[in-house]
């Protein structure tokens, strides 16, 4: 599986964005898929996942009321909806992927590469 991540960029504090991950490859629907990110000097952390039905859907508590996970499986993508962003949410944001691990930690087994978002204040 190869995933792809888009749509960051630099915005406002208090402003939006919307994150893809298209995932190609071995048909991807049927694995748990995730968001992390990562700040300079910080370790990678969690944000939300979602299973392969969207029944199971997970957030870390900071972003709760926030981000929108959700998925598209005719598409092979995933989607996050950053609202109200803040300049601590400044990271990296990485999607993966497992056909069995859905923890929060970082054991997924496929990753993208990363897509850059800046929150200015």
């Known amino acids: 599986v190869q995933l792809q991540a888009s749509g960051g960029g630099l915005v406002q504090a208090g402003g939006s964005l919307t994150l893809s991950c298209a995932a190609s490859g071995r048909t991807s629907n049927n694995y748990v898929m995730a968001w992390f990110r990562q700040a300079p000097g910080k370790e990678r952390e969690f944000v939300a996942r979602?299973?392969?039905?969207?029944?199971?859907?997970y957030y870390l508590d900071s972003m709760k009321g926030r981000f929108t996970i959700s998925r598209e499986n005719a598409k092979n993508t995933v989607t996050l909806q950053m609202n109200s962003l803040k300049p601590e949410d400044t990271a990296v944001y990485y999607c993966?992927?497992?056909?069995?691990?859905?923890?929060?930690?970082?054991?997924?087994?496929?990753w993208g590469q990363g897509t850059q978002v800046t929150v200015s204040s």
């Open positions: 993966a992927a497992d056909k069995n691990y859905a923890g929060l930690r970082s054991l997924y087994t496929y």
């Open positions: 979602i299973d392969w039905n969207s029944d199971n859907i």
